[in-house]
Structure formats: structure tokens, C-alpha cells
């Protein structure tokens, strides 16, 4: 998880707690409570350029995307995933 590499190391079942979550997963709106624990949180539609600028400045957005996109997924709705940017290559 994100926050366990930042160094926050509660369990799985403190973030479930937390957050609201259910059995079958947790509503994307519900990462709006992670503000009361400090974490900068802006949850709403952002544009490509917004998000490159997020990548540029080292953040990592979480993006929810449509699961039935993603080629592994055996279910519907949205998962989480985590934005990282990679350095670019230079060629000689």
C-alpha cells in the first residue's frame, strides 16, 4: 500500500475501519477521510496536464479507473491504482 511506503503501517483491517470499507471493497469518495489524518486529499476529475504536473512534482495520484478496463480484472466498477512517473530514458 502507498501510505505503508510513507511509513504509515497500520493493518489492513485499522484502514478498513477507517475508511468504511465493506466485504466487497471500499467507495473511491471514502479516500476524503484520509484528510483527517493529515494526508493532502483532492478528489474530484483532474485533466491529463493536471496530472502530469502531480507526476513532475514526485506525488503519486491515486486514479480510479473502470475495472472491466483492466486486463486482469474479473469485476466491475472502479479500482484504485497508484500513478507513478518513470524517469525518462536518454539514448546516445
Not at 478498513?16 to 484520509?34: H, I, K, M, N, Q
Amino acid at each position: 500500500m502507498v501510505l505503508a511506503a510513507l511509513g504509515d503501517d497500520r493493518t489492513e483491517a485499522q484502514w478498513a475501519s477507517l475508511l468504511g470499507s465493506y466485504d466487497f471493497g471500499t467507495p473511491s469518495s471514502r479516500v476524503t477521510r484520509l484528510a483527517s489524518l493529515g494526508y493532502r486529499v483532492d478528489y474530484k476529475r483532474f485533466s491529463l496536464e493536471e496530472l502530469a504536473a502531480h507526476l513532475e512534482s514526485n506525488r503519486y495520484p491515486i486514479v480510479f479507473v473502470r475495472a472491466d478496463l483492466l486486463p486482469w480484472a474479473d469485476f466491475g466498477g472502479f479500482h484504485a491504482l497508484v500513478l507513478r512517473a518513470y524517469p525518462k530514458i536518454i539514448s546516445r
